[in-house]
């Protein structure tokens, strides 16, 4: 499998930003999604996860302003995330289970200033 995040950058709080990630090499439709990011000095945190029938998780502290979504026909997963606030700076990584082996692309810094 293949992950490709962008959509990364520069907001001031209370703005928004929308991620993307393009997956290949697997049957995309068929694979649950999900956003991850690492803060500096801080470890992997899961975001918001999509299921292949489109159920969604989110972790507490981006309910209500996070949007997990995805578009089987383009192979791509998104992350719409509004109201941003500077503790949502980190590195967004696109991840799937892919034969037993959590796989991750690179990520995509958000830098949200105060």
């Known amino acids: 499998v293949q992950l490709q995040a962008s959509g990364g950058g520069l907001v001031q709080a209370g703005g928004y930003l929308r991620l993307s990630c393009a997956a290949s090499r697997i049957m995309f439709r068929a694979y649950d999604m999900a956003w991850y990011r690492q803060a500096p000095g801080q470890e992997r945190e899961l975001v918001a996860s999509i299921t292949s029938g489109g159920g969604t998780t989110y972790a507490n502290s981006v309910k209500g302003r996070f949007i997990i979504s995805r578009d089987n026909a383009g192979d791509a997963v998104y992350l719409q995330m509004n109201s941003l606030k500077p503790e949502d700076t980190a590195v967004y990584y696109c991840?799937?289970?892919?034969?037993?082996?959590?796989?991750w692309g690179a990520g995509t810094l958000v830098t949200v200033s105060s």
């Open positions: 991840s799937t289970v892919e034969r037993g082996l959590r796989r």
